[in-house]
């Protein structure tokens, strides 16, 4: 009787290519999605709160963050509470509030800008959409999507 064998080779690449090191910036959550929020009512069902954590090597420099394309003014940002993060069990808050007064769909970015390698400029897309009174649930589920650069930031 022949006996008939496999022999498997496995080969484990150690050191190849470039790691980059330095800071890398990680959000907890992306997209931000609200999805229906009643219009008017001064009050949210719930704030977002954003984790900005650091899986890299070196401490994380927060420099800005802000909301861009927010045309009807009904997103507001808190924090960060630090604008240093040194290592993942210390991440960076922020938090999202998301108040409609019209009755329609809100497409925004959020915009974190750090010393990090991997995102320098960190874009988060948020979303959200305002009902008047009775009709929630009319309308089909909501998906983010990134506003157009060119348009207008919220003026306050």
Sequence with gaps: MKYLGWIFTIVVLSGCGSETTGPKISPSLSPINFGEERINSGVTDWDVHLWLFNKGDEILKIESVSIIGDKNCSLTIEGPDRDKVTDTADPALVSIRYLPTLETEDQAALVIRSNAVN???????????????????????LVCKLPPESQADCEE
Excluded: D
């Design 119 to 141: 995102y320098p400029k960190l874009i988060i897309p948020i979303c959200g959409r305002g009902v008047a009174e009775g009709n929630q649930g009319k309308q089909p589920p």
